[in-house]
């Protein structure tokens, strides 16, 4: 399908390389949000495929981005994008609405007309309250709907920069948001991932492949090991592309949350309370006693 994602991480690094464009310093702000929203009505040629980012004079017909939580949105007669991103939450949408116009292409590098979207938040974080080393849990519930055609494509990426060097993490995020490759992009773990797709019929996906008008996303929880009183970073970013007709709609998406171990409090740069996105396990089974009780009790009431 996409050919252009070039691998999704590749591409959604691609999608964030905002900074020569908006002014972002070498030592950026420990917490910003990024979004962009592309549109080209025609296939790409082979050389501006290769490439490797997006930012090349007409790799897009219409492209817009922001920093700040404004939306980005581009619009053309063959496809539309747009994307909004704030702290803890990551809104994207894209849709195609024009046949590939050179199957050539489409195998070899970007068939289109095609449509991206990208939302991007970073935040640094520390956990006071403690000693040494802890766990806490972060979560993501992302969401959406692909359209009824083949040709859409999604994925949202959480990661954590935390090599104890507090300059050496400050460059990477940097790098990862200037789509730098080299040492410091390597600081960035992937906590969290999903990546799906609906694939044009006969095309092979390296991804999680749904049929058309499937839903996209599912609930993700992990752990992230820190220690205490030392800041780490979170870059949170979730992507649309589409082509083929096809199209996928995630603009209530993705909700982030983080749990800190009991008695320890988390302080992010942004000043936002990150609740969290998914239940405890310990909380979720008491909410599901709790209904079987009640469900048990009315069942009683009516005999």
Not at 141 to 156: R, T
Request: aromatic share 10%; proline share 5%; net charge negative.
């Amino acid at each position: 399908m996409l050919k252009q994602l070039q691998g999704y991480s590749t591409h959604w690094a691609a999608g964030v390389a905002l900074s020569a464009l908006i002014g972002l310093t070498a030592a950026p702000a420990s917490a910003q949000t990024l979004s962009l929203a592309g549109v080209r009505d025609s296939s790409l040629p082979q050389n501006l495929y290769d490439t490797g980012t997006i930012f090349t004079p007409g790799y897009y017909d219409q492209v817009q981005f922001l920093n700040g939580t404004g939306v980005a949105a581009a619009s053309t007669i063959n496809g539309s994008a747009r994307a909004q991103s704030d702290y803890g939450v990551n809104r994207v949408e894209a849709a195609s609405f024009a046949p590939v116009d050179d199957e050539l292409l489409r195998q070899t590098s970007i068939g289109g007309p095609f449509a991206d979207a990208f939302s991007v938040w970073a935040d640094r974080f520390v956990v006071q309250g403690g000693t040494g080393v802890g766990t806490l849990s972060v979560s993501a519930i992302v969401s959406g709907q692909f359209g009824a055609q083949p040709g859409g494509f999604g994925f949202y990426d959480l990661m954590v920069v935390d090599s104890g060097d507090a300059a050496a993490d400050a460059r990477a995020v940097a790098a990862i948001l200037r789509d730098e490759s080299g040492p410091d992009t390597l600081l960035a773990t992937s906590v969290l991932s999903l990546a799906q797709e609906v694939p044009a019929p006969g095309f092979t996906t390296d991804v999680e492949a749904l049929t058309p008008g499937a839903a996209f996303g599912r609930v993700l929880a992990g752990q992230v090991t820190f220690t205490y009183g030392r800041p780490f970073y979170l870059v949170s970013v979730l992507g649309a592309s589409a082509n083929d007709f096809g199209s996928l709609s995630a603009f209530n998406s993705a909700h982030f949350g983080i749990t800190a171990p009991t008695g320890a409090a988390i302080v992010s740069d942004a000043g936002v309370n990150y609740a969290a996105a998914v239940p405890e396990p310990s909380t979720a089974l008491m909410a599901l006693v709790a209904c079987l009780g009640l469900a048990g009790w009315r069942s009683r009431r009516s005999a």
